[in-house]
């Protein structure tokens, strides 16, 4: 069993950045690939950014070059970069864990504003 954390969401104007964070407990961390999803309202939950237990990392088409994922497994945290931030960015940021199954953390909320 895992549980995930996640902070660090809030409102930022168009272009800004923020740093999600995802914190793990109740496990070992270090074998669980992290990931992160987001769902806009009306939309459906969208694959972000990936970290493998190995540290390899794939991002979506739609921020590529703009997000970026990274583990620390002495810290049990992932993060989520994001940079030059748009307002499709929209959304609830959900992260994840898995191994055999898939643990979601409560998600946080990031608003980006014209």
């Known amino acids: 069993q895992v549980q995930l954390v996640e902070s660090g969401g809030g409102l930022v104007q168009a272009g800004g950045s923020l740093r999600l964070s995802c914190a793990a407990s109740?496990?070992?961390?270090?074998?669980?690939?992290m990931g992160w999803f987001r769902q806009a309202p009306g939309n459906q939950r969208e694959l972000v950014a990936v970290?493998?237990?190995?540290?390899?990392?794939n991002v979506a088409d739609s921020v590529k070059g703009r997000f970026t994922i990274s583990r620390d497994n002495a810290k049990n945290t992932v993060w989520l970069q994001m940079n030059s931030l748009k307002l499709e960015d929209t959304a609830v940021y959900y992260c994840?864990?898995?191994?055999?199954?898939?643990?979601w953390g409560q998600g946080t909320q990031v608003t980006v504003s014209s």
């Open positions: 994840y864990a898995r191994y055999s199954v898939r643990y």
């Open positions: 109740g496990s070992i961390f270090s074998i669980y690939d």
């Open positions: 970290i493998s237990s190995g540290g390899s990392t």
